[in-house]
């Protein structure tokens, strides 16, 4: 079975430009989170989307923005571009939403992500 | 609110020797905790997780880690390191409320001579 995959592999952009990445997640899963992932450090949260839907968002601008598409599949945008938007982009998906609680949590599957330079 | 902290950056070990990463969590109630693994050009793998219950958790590749609540710490071993163990190691604690997130630490490289 196909992984999570995610699109382009590398991108290179000067400031100001915005950038949509892709991810497709791994047949079956209807959750999809994007993480950004600087270098030297671990990787931070941005969004997650179920069926369609926000469900959570970490700590980013609003230049940042996603959407999930009937397939499951994922966009993350970024507009007006920065340096510090450098970075490798993660996607990860999974069945349903991880839960407080054990026999509902669901284990994140990561993509190999998308690294970003920006100019 | 959620953090996680690796103190080691970089750790170097022989091939065949013993290895500990620390990972120390911060979180108020039972956490949830994960070690992943990151190699050059590939995604996040998940070696091993705890929820509850025994605190010593055995992963994929010989992996194991210990939960200590008392120290706040749930520190990733291996018995014997091989060459191709050298990656970054990523200790991350999840978000309880629902959001699905994760929390991760800065990671530690992991460098094997033989």
């Known amino acids: 079975d196909a992984g999570v995959t995610q699109s382009p592999t590398h991108l290179i952009k000067t400031r100001g430009q915005h950038v949509t990445l892709r991810c497709s997640p791994i047949?079956?899963?209807?959750?999809v989170s994007w993480y950004q992932q600087v270098l030297g450090q671990g990787p931070q949260f941005i969004f997650q989307?179920?069926?369609?839907?926000?469900?959570g968002r970490g700590n980013f601008p609003d230049r940042f923005s996603a959407r999930q598409f009937p397939n499951y599949s994922s966009e993350l945008n970024v507009n007006a571009l920065l340096l510090g938007d450098s970075a490798l982009y993660l996607c990860?998906?999974?069945?349903?939403?991880?839960?407080?609680?054990?026999?509902?949590?669901?284990?994140?599957?990561f993509g190999p992500g998308t690294r970003l330079t920006v100019l | 609110a959620q953090s996680v902290t690796q103190p080691d950056i970089h750790i170097t070990v022989s091939e065949g020797a013993s290895l500990e990463l620390r990972c120390n969590y911060s979180y108020g109630a039972t956490p949830y905790l994960f070690w992943y693994v990151q190699s050059p050009g590939q995604g996040l793998q998940l070696l091993l997780k705890y929820f509850s219950g025994d605190t010593l958790v055995q992963g994929i590749k010989g992996f194991e880690a210990e939960f200590k609540r008392s120290q706040s710490s749930f520190n990733l071993r291996k018995p014997s390191v091989h060459w191709s163990d050298a990656a970054e190691y990523f200790c991350a604690v999840a978000d309880q409320t629902g959001a699905n997130n994760l929390f991760f630490g800065t990671g530690t490289r992991l460098t094997v001579i033989p």
């Open positions: 047949s079956g899963h209807k959750s």
């Open positions: 989307y179920y069926e369609k839907e926000e469900r």
């Open positions: 990860a998906s999974s069945f349903g939403l991880a839960g407080g609680f054990l026999s509902s949590y669901n284990e994140q599957f």
